[in-house]
């Protein structure tokens, strides 16, 4: 513990010591640096909790640290590597593309729980490249690449950590080094899941399936999944294997957002009093903004977050009413929440491909344009390594008091889309904005109902939520007005990794 005690805090540093001696069990001796082969039929899992700023994800990252630095490896959704007997693996995994891109950005190496279930199946050939990449071959001799490519490749690899960006960063599409894509059929080593919250049962279950040492980031103040009745996966571990993170850092992080997240924890406030904090905040940090409308230049990139599906949809119409959207196709730079992937099982091959490329359900999309066949559009995914795809797509624009949704434009089966310029606070947990608008009418008819999960009320559980999915600043927005755009919607502020990366071929 000697080399991180200067950067953990005393429950953060109680936590690791307790997570070394479950690795140190399971063969991984951190501390000296010795490993030893994986022992079968052992299974060991356990939780890091907290709510928002006690520093789950500042563990998290020590820990991949140490277990790197001990000759761990990392596994990654986009390439295993060559198997070796006495090989010890680590994966970090979360629930969505978001979220996984929010520990990327923390320089830790993480991957989507479907990348790690479903693994990619490269040409022999190309797979040379990966293979010297990742450090276990020597440098490739690949007939039409050149040594400018393989430089290319290898700069990108060593600031990114993506193998198919770096092999799109030689010139080469996934088409071209990727063949298919198969369910993991062996196990894996050692697990880190963040959002641990987030996870239900059956997820639960095939992830003890695959790793046989599970390390669960969560917080317990979120709202449970959907058909959880209110509970959430790590609640079931013995009380032993539950690790507190207790909020530490409020003066190192002064951060009035995280202020008001933590005080709804007085189970004495009442909504109107939370509300008056609200307003005080605001008026001595910016950081807190008490705002009388929907400012609708924020929703193209980070939806308003409500309760109610009706205030979703009503939103909705507003935003797409006053930037003139057509009722029958979509503005370039409209934003997109994938709704799942409508395909055959005959399609699996083609789900998997679309998966890979991060269109899972949840996740966040800018819409580019239309694509060169009819029904495909061109997408930017939000937090995704390679983020412009072009694919087969059903786009539902939903309308109030309209139980069936309007499809603007349809290929005949592919990815599905609801717009995203407004979503469901439960839809939001697992990411993160700049900026974020709180819907408050919503919270204050979720008080007045008087409902509870969990022996917590229902608004504060979805005021928690809400409030820390902004890392910069808060809007609280206290009536239904929308203020006007200043311009139109845009697209150039999209950021893309900086390689020529080639869109896949439209193909059905």
């Known amino acids: 513990m000697d080399k991180t005690a200067l950067t953990l805090s005393p429950d953060q540093a109680d936590a690791y010591d307790s997570l070394a001696e479950l690795l140190r069990g399971a063969g991984v001796d951190i501390d000296d640096g010795a490993l030893t082969p994986p022992r079968e039929g052992q299974q060991a899992v356990a939780a890091v909790l907290g709510k928002a700023g006690s520093g789950k994800t500042l563990l998290l990252a020590e820990m991949v640290k140490a277990l790197e630095e001990a000759g761990v490896d990392i596994v990654s959704g986009d390439y295993e590597g060559r198997r070796r007997k006495d090989r010890r693996t680590l994966a970090i995994l979360a629930p969505t593309n978001k979220a996984a891109s929010v520990l990327r950005m923390r320089g830790v190496p993480a991957t989507t729980i479907h990348r790690i279930i479903y693994t990619p199946v490269y040409d022999p050939e190309y797979e040379k490249i990966a293979e010297w990449l990742a450090g276990t071959g020597e440098r490739p001799e690949i007939e039409g690449l050149t040594d400018l490519a393989l430089d290319r490749a290898a700069e990108f690899y060593k600031l990114h950590k993506s193998i198919p960006g770096a092999l799109a960063a030689a010139g080469l599409r996934g088409s071209d080094f990727i063949t298919g894509w198969k369910r993991r059929d062996e196990p894996l080593d050692i697990g880190f899941v963040d959002e641990g919250s987030m996870l239900d049962d059956r997820q639960f279950d095939d992830l003890k399936e695959i790793f046989s040492t599970l390390v669960l980031f969560g917080d317990p103040a979120q709202l449970a999944p959907v058909n959880q009745s209110g509970a959430m996966v790590f609640c079931k571990l013995p009380a032993a294997a539950r690790h507190e993170l207790h909020r530490v850092h409020r003066q190192d992080a002064d951060n009035p957002i995280l202020d008001l997240a933590h005080a709804l924890g007085d189970p004495q406030l009442e909504f109107q009093d939370f509300e008056r904090m609200v307003e005080e905040t605001a008026q001595k940090d910016d950081r807190v903004v008490w705002a009388q409308r929907v400012e609708v230049d924020l929703m193209a990139r980070s939806p308003v977050l409500v309760w109610r599906n009706a205030t979703r949809i009503r939103l909705i119409q507003a935003f797409r009413q006053v930037h003139g959207a057509p009722e029958d196709d979509l503005l370039e730079g409209e934003p997109l929440i994938c709704d799942g992937i409508e395909l055959p099982l005959k399609h699996r091959k083609k789900r998997l491909d679309l998966e890979a490329r991060g269109l899972i359900k949840g996740a966040q999309v800018i819409y580019l344009g239309r694509g060169r066949k009819p029904g495909f559009s061109r997408l930017h995914v939000i937090g995704a390594e390679d983020p412009r795809v072009s694919a087969a797509s059903i786009v539902k624009i939903e309308k109030p008091d309209e139980e069936e949704p309007f499809i603007p434009f349809a290929a005949r089966m592919g990815a599905a ?87 896949e071929e439209e193909t059905q």
């Open 417 to 503: 889309f609801l717009h995203g310029a407004a979503v469901t606070i439960h839809k939001a947990q697992g990411s993160q904005w700049e900026n974020v608008q709180v819907f408050a009418p919503d919270l204050f008819v979720a008080a007045r109902m008087g409902r509870v999960e969990a022996g917590h009320p229902l608004w504060k559980r979805l005021a928690y939520v809400a409030i820390t999915r902004a890392s910069d600043r808060l809007y609280w927005v206290v009536r239904n007005r929308l203020a006007k755009p200043t311009g139109p919607l845009r697209v150039d502020d999209l950021q893309v990794a900086p390689v020529p990366l080639i869109l």
